[in-house]
Structures are given as C-alpha cells and as structure tokens.
C-alpha cells in the first residue's frame, strides 16, 4: 500500500468501479517518493522489503509478460539475479570461515559480485590449477530473515485454511510447507551440491540442458563452489543477441529438457527462470543454481503423461478419467461434464503458437474450471506446476512463436510407448512373475530345509519333491508370462 503497488495509480481502468475508490484511497495512503518509478519498479522494491518470500514471488510474476505486460514483467526481471549484493569483504570471510584451506587446489582470485539473488550471492574466482569457478555464498543473517518470513507464511496459510473455506480446494497449508521445505533446503550448499551433481548426470543423458561439475573439496553449509558456466546469462539483453542462435530451438530444448527430467527421471530443476540459464550458439542451454528440485513418484508420473498425451490428442474424455482416477477431481463430480470443460479449455489453444494464445484468458478458464468441480491442489504437484508456468514463460520470451504442444509432444510420446506400449506391461508383467518366483523357490527352499533337517534319514526323498514343486510351478509361470506378452501383441 505504502508503494502503491497492489492497485498501481496508472491503471484505474482496469479496475471494478469500487475498486477504484478503494484503490484511490490506499494511494493516499502512499507517501509521493514511495510512489515514484513505474508500477513494476514500485512493485519490486516493495517485494524486496517484504523479504524472500515476496521475491520468489516476484521472480514467478516476471516470467508471466503476457499476463502483466512487457514493461511490468521487465521491471521485476532484476529480483531474479540482480539484487543489492552484500560486501565482497563479508563474503571472502564466509568463504574462509567456512572453507580454510580445504578447497584443492586452493580458491585465488575471489572477484566482485557477478550475481546476487534473495538468498545468496556469487562471486566468479580462479582454482590454483587455472580453472574458472563460481563461488556461491549466502547472505549474512540470511536464516533469521527466512525464520521470520517462514512464521509469516504458516499464519497466512491458517488463516486462509481456517476463515476461507473457498481456498481449502488450494489447500494453503500444503502450499505452504511445500514452500518452507524449498526455502530450508536452499539454506544448505550440501544439500544443493548434491542436487546439482545429480541434476547435472541426468541432463546428460538428456542432451537437452547441461549443468557445470561440482567441486567437492569447495562445499560446506554456507559455500558452494562450482565450475564456471559458459554462455551469457539469459536475463542479459545479449544473450539472444549472440550470432548464430537459434532461438527456437533454445525454446524447445528448455521444455522438453524440463519435461524429461520430470517424466522419465522423476527429478527436475523446479527455478528454471532467466537468471539460472545461460546460453551459447547454437541452441546450448547452461542450468545453474539447484536449490529448489522437485521430485515425482512413479504414479504421479503416470498420470502427468497420460494427462499431457490426452491434451495433444484432444482426448478430452481420457483426460478427465485420469482425473479422476488419480483423486484430482472427486467421484461425485460428473465425468462427462469435466471433459466438456476440458474440452473448452483446451481447443482454443491447440495447435495455436503463444503469440496467439490468451494466456490470462487460458488461465482463468482453468481456475473456473477447479473450481467449479471442486478440484483440489495436489501438494506433490505444487512444484511442477509453478515449474511448469515458468517455463513457458521463460520459452515464449526466448521465442514468442513458440508452441509448447509440439515442443513437449516427443518426450511425452517416448515415455508413453516405453511405459504404457502393450510391450512395456508385458515386461512389468514378466518382471512381476520373476520376482514373485523368486519369492516362491526361496519359501520352498527355506521350506524344504527345515524338513530335511527335522525329518528321519529315510523321508529325505521330500526335499527333491519340494525341488520338483519349484521347478513346476516356474515353468507355468513363464509360460503364462509368455501367453500375457504374446496377447498384448
């Protein structure tokens, strides 16, 4: 209010008539300096006030141009690597307190502030044996704002939770602490150092995204140390000014790099916005900064690549059975109704690039559309959702023609036909009958021990009767694995 930030003084036409006076009153409220500068400026600052909480935020509004505009978008770009940096005195102390002389070959050359974001802040330095490095640090005091911030947002969410009925679909407390969780672990360079070791096999064997090595020996709680990336940060004005980018093909390795990761591994990069990506021609996209990493199990999996398939078939009706199947939508809901509503989603946009989708348009359908079948927000998705959004935010401003459909069809087709194929269940099914007679000739086995070992010498003969039991039963079993495989084909 003190910014004239919630209802900006510029755009009173977009505002309900009450609203306006109410937003007319706030701004009185607003002292003249608080209100000077554009309302995304005015925005950012007062987010920065709020702490890093209100800066996560503004980074995901950022991404959304086509929701905010260019001009508001662009004024809360800085939040995502370009804030106030602390004294690099205060850092290279840090770095010595935390690190000593453990780092082999030894840190030299420790620079100014390349980048400086809600929790930490790096520096670019050189190892003794002549690599370039960066060098991670957390801001001083850091904890404590996040401790205050944390009890912030758990009152927010029991106050929603328990005066707000309409919002426990949302359920804010699960969002809540799933925001906690992400906070507290970025908080430990350990634990992103291991993020990032693993995040950086996995795009490997991608080739969509790659991610710079982590140097052990500089890892410690508050420090983390890390091969330099190459390429030009993508929140730079040069990146997509470098020759020879291909720009579309960036745009198509970040979704589907981001969609392979959750699909197939299970594991994804859950901050890809413009001040943790770097790129060089032709289409090279660089990942830094692993402290938020989200995670899905295996029927969460499932049913985001049946969901995302029945989309690009335009399967309205199978979409809505994998809804419902998964518990996103309750069973009394009509299942013929929430398809037609899927289908009024999803038509408008299929097949069209983004500079011709509505995406305000497209999501308040979908609000509408949870709400009106009372969908409730699955706590495991949380992350790959507002990944999701980023993404295609951070896609369509690389490329504006983008289609995120066909972009994400390859990866999600390559994971149905290896899960789903009549050829996948025929393998679970064989895996299945493999084990379970595993477990069988082992119970025999034990079995057939304990006789032997109770039993008179003269009743031995029962052990090669269990023996001939064992084998029966594996070679019924392989052979109904057999008939379940050929009848799928």
Same mark, same amino acid.
């Given at each position: ?112 502030? =390349? +980048?400086? $974001?809600?929790?930490?802040? !790096?520096?670019? *330095?050189? #190892?003794?044996? @002549? ?127 981001? =969609? +392979?990761? $959750?699909?197939?591994?299970? !594991?994804?990069? *859950?901050? #890809?916005?413009? @001040? ?130 066909? $972009?994400?069809?390859?990866? !999600? ?77």
């Amino acid at each position: 209010m003190r910014a004239d930030a919630l209802f900006p003084k510029e755009y009173p036409s977009a505002l309900p008539e009450g609203a306006r006076i109410f937003a007319r009153l706030l701004g009185l409220l607003a002292g003249r300096q608080a209100r000077k500068g554009r309302p995304g400026e005015r925005l950012a600052r007062a987010l920065v006030q709020l702490g890093p909480v209100g800066i996560k935020f503004g980074q995901f509004l950022s991404t959304r141009a086509d929701i905010l505009g260019v001009a508001f978008a662009a004024d809360l770009a800085h939040l995502k690597d370009r804030l106030p940096p602390f004294p690099t005195a205060l850092a290279k102390a840090e770095i010595e307190r935390e690190l000593g002389d453990g780092v082999s070959p030894p840190l030299v050359d420790i620079g100014e502030p =390349l +980048a400086a $974001a809600s929790l930490a802040q !790096v520096h670019l *330095a050189r #190892l003794a044996d @002549g690599r370039e490095v960066a060098v991670k640090v957390l801001r001083p005091g850091i904890e404590r704002r996040v401790a205050d911030d944390v009890a912030v947002l758990v009152l927010a969410a029991n106050i929603a939770q328990s005066f707000f009925p309409k919002s426990r679909r949302l359920a804010p407390r699960a969002f809540a602490a799933t925001v906690i969780r992400s906070l507290r672990l970025e908080l430990d360079m350990r634990l992103e150092a291991a993020g990032a070791d693993e995040l950086r096999e996995i795009m490997a064997a991608d080739g969509f995204m790659i991610a710079p090595k982590v140097v052990w020996t500089g890892v410690a709680r508050r420090v983390l140390v890390l091969e330099r990336a190459s390429g030009v940060p993508l929140s730079s004005s040069a990146s997509l000014a470098q020759p020879g980018l291909d720009r579309s093909r960036v745009a198509i390795n970040l979704v589907r790099g981001f =969609l +392979a990761q $959750a699909l197939d591994h299970g !594991v994804f990069h *859950a901050d #890809l916005h413009e @001040g943790n990506l770097f790129i060089a021609p032709p289409a090279r996209l660089i990942v830094v900064d692993f402290g938020i990493i989200g995670r899905l199990g295996q029927a969460e999996r499932r049913y985001l690549a049946e969901i995302l398939w029945g989309f690009l078939r335009r399967d309205y009706q199978h979409v809505a059975e994998v809804h419902f199947r998964a518990g996103y939508v309750p069973n009394d809901q009509d299942r013929g109704s929430f398809a037609q509503a899927l289908r009024a989603v999803g038509e408008p946009a299929f097949g069209l690039t983004a500079s011709r989708i509505s995406m305000g348009r497209l999501l308040t359908q979908l609000f509408e559309v949870t709400a009106l079948f009372d969908m409730a927000l699955r706590p495991e998705l949380i992350l790959l959702q507002k990944t999701m959004v980023i993404v295609e935010g951070v896609a369509r401003g690389i490329d504006p023609d983008h289609d995120i459909w066909s $972009a994400a069809e390859p990866v !999600v087709r390559r994971w149905i036909e290896r899960e789903l194929s009549p050829a996948a269940a025929a393998r679970r099914t064989i895996s299945e009958v493999a084990i379970a007679l595993r477990s069988v000739t082992r119970l025999l086995a034990e079995s057939g021990a304990e006789t032997a070992a109770t039993a008179p010498p003269q009743e031995a003969p029962v052990e090669a009767g269990g023996s001939w039991v064992a084998f029966a039963l594996g070679v019924v079993a392989a052979a109904a694995a057999f008939g379940v495989a050929l009848l799928l084909r």
